[in-house]
């Protein structure tokens, strides 16, 4: 079954970190955090086709960006992860397909996020009819509003009919700030953050059933029971003083349509990568894998040792 979400777009709160003096509207916010603002899965409008942006022509890029991109030679038009990459080899595997034109630096921010996912999904996913082995991603660079405003937009697109595992995604990014947050060490956290929001975090849970409350009423839980055991045992300062922690995990209800109802609660769980404002350090908790396994993922989170520590994404350049 083809189903199409809208899109989770995301743009910085306040602007893009670091380029002026930090002064309000010139910066990050005040916290040094970015916003995954209008993360909206409504985005797009049901059946509205992704951004159909032109390719950006290397020329438009910053002129050292250009340089170093013609000097690595030229960009990938597809990659699978698993295989054998960055020593990673898993039955998960994610193809990126990459659209317009791209630098090969930026191109190893998605290649790192995916090795990344194959090493904590381990598990195959049953193919799609169409033979899609597991999940298939279309990246795009391309100029959406210059620098600032609109970050990108990520989210899939395709959703296996039963598991509500998605086979599709896209993920679009500004190439003006694509190119900033690279050189601020910041885009290969964005990537993997909106790579996650394609295999579902955030945007299958509801339809999966996997949250409980509601924004609107100022409460919304992660239900799984994966998650909810790496809360308790990780999280456990946190847990011990949330007086609902028998209903879940917080998710954020803040931030309007779109950061609201996606991510972990940004107040609880401030620099874990899948909160919905992105800060100067970010890492993954087992909990984020954790959910990966209630959504249906084979992960290397086992309930029974939850505290064992989790495989940064940096560990796999180490
Ligand atoms: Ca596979
Ligand atoms: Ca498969
Ligand atoms: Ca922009
Ligand atoms: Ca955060
Ligand atoms: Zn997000």
Redesign the pocket.
């Known amino acids: 079954m083809m189903m199409r979400l809208g899109l989770a777009a995301l743009s910085p709160r306040g602007g893009l970190p670091a380029q002026g003096d930090g002064s309000a509207g010139d910066g990050p916010a005040d916290d040094g955090?970015w916003a995954f603002a209008a993360d909206a899965f409504e985005f797009a409008g049901a059946g509205a086709p992704p951004q159909d942006g032109a390719p950006v022509l290397l020329a438009a890029l910053p002129e050292g960006a250009a340089a170093a991109a013609a000097a690595a030679g030229p960009y990938l038009t597809t990659y699978t992860s698993g295989l054998g990459g960055l020593g990673v080899v898993s039955d998960f595997n994610i193809t990126i397909v990459f659209e317009g034109e791209w630098t090969t630096e930026l191109q190893e921010e998605f290649i790192l996020a995916a090795e990344y996912l194959s090493s904590i999904i381990t598990g195959d996913i049953r193919n799609t009819r169409g033979g899609i082995d597991d999940i298939t991603i279309t990246a795009t660079l391309l100029d959406i509003d210059g620098e600032g405003g609109i970050l990108g937009q990520a989210g899939p697109t395709a959703i296996r009919r039963n598991s509500h595992i998605p086979s599709q995604g896209v993920m679009e990014f500004d190439t003006a700030d694509a190119e900033i947050s690279d050189d601020d060490a910041l885009f290969d956290d964005i990537v993997l953050h909106e790579m996650m929001h394609c295999l579902g975090f955030g945007t299958t849970w509801k339809q999966a059933g996997l949250t409980t409350g509601s924004v609107r009423g100022d409460d919304m839980r992660f239900d799984g029971l994966n998650a909810e055991v790496a809360y308790m045992h990780i999280f456990d300062d946190l847990y011990a003083a949330d007086p609902d922690r028998t209903d879940g995990v917080p998710v954020e209800t803040d931030g309007g349509s779109g950061t609201a109802g996606g991510h972990w609660d940004?107040d609880t769980f401030?620099?874990?990568l899948m909160?919905g404002?992105?800060?100067d350090e970010?890492y993954v908790s087992a909990m984020t894998v954790a959910a990966l396994e209630d959504m249906g993922y084979d992960t290397v989170f086992e309930k029974w040792y939850p505290t064992i520590p989790i495989l940064q994404p940096d560990d796999l350049l180490a």
Do not use: G, K, L, V
């Open positions: 955090s940004d401030e620099n874990e909160t404002y992105i800060d970010n």
